[in-house]
């Protein structure tokens, strides 16, 4: 198993302004009230999810259930009130904890906030390897097999995994300001302080880096959730131009300076 790459390097960003803020202005000084900062060194990266591929969990004795050992925090309550409305849906057939979780709850508080429940060292909604429906997130089960896409009943933090999308206010030199919405790789720092004591981490690290196509159309779908249709289409438009232009054609890119994740390099022994 590869090291993990440092979590500072190069990277290439990209900054665009909210492409329906600009084409409905009408005055030629018209500054947009959003401006959308992405991280086109981790959007074109070869980055994919290997749980149940090799991935051995964020601590070494709970490699079964992956990124999903500490729960999942809500970041609203209608972000709770979503997964509950799937939860009371779950059969014994999907859920291996069923019945644990209807007798005593699948979600608890953890320093005042709302989250999942850890039941034997994992998310009590994570099912383990051995389960007749197989391993992994009840709630991923159950959109599958209702012909649906996750994100639509996962927690808010787990179908966002591993984008990162953040928010701040940005002044500029005149004095009027702007919504800067960042899209990012969710790094260990994602996880708060707890994030370095991490026994392993999948974005960083060359062993995920094996995805056949960039995390800009793997993660289609939750990005157009994210930021929504019009920036996805401008997003997608320059990271196509940079694959374009850094992999000349050929199975694998340049290995350029901020254009190219550390992970890929080292995967691809450059």
Known sequence: MHLETPLDTARLWLEFPDPQDVADATDPEHQPETVYRVD????????????????????ADRPDVGCCALGAHFT??????????VVARLTPEVWQFHDEGRAHGWTELEDGARKTRVFEGGCVLANRPGFAAGAGCALHLQALRDGVDPLRYKPDVCWQLPLKRSYRTVERGDG???????????DRRGWGEGGHDLDWYCTGNPAAHVGERPVFRSCENELREMV?????????????????????????????PLTVHPADRTRAGR
């Open 40 to 59: 086109l060194t981790w959007l074109t990266s070869d980055y994919t999810c290997i749980f149940g591929a090799g991935c051995p969990g964020i601590y």
């Open 76 to 85: 609203e309550p209608a972000d709770e009130e979503r997964v509950a409305a």
């Open 176 to 186: 009027t300001t702007y919504l800067e919405v960042s899209i990012a790789e969710y």
């Open 228 to 256: 929504g249709d019009a920036p996805y289409e401008e997003l997608a438009r320059h990271c196509e131009a940079l694959v374009a232009t850094t992999r000349g054609g050929s199975a694998h890119r340049r290995l350029l």
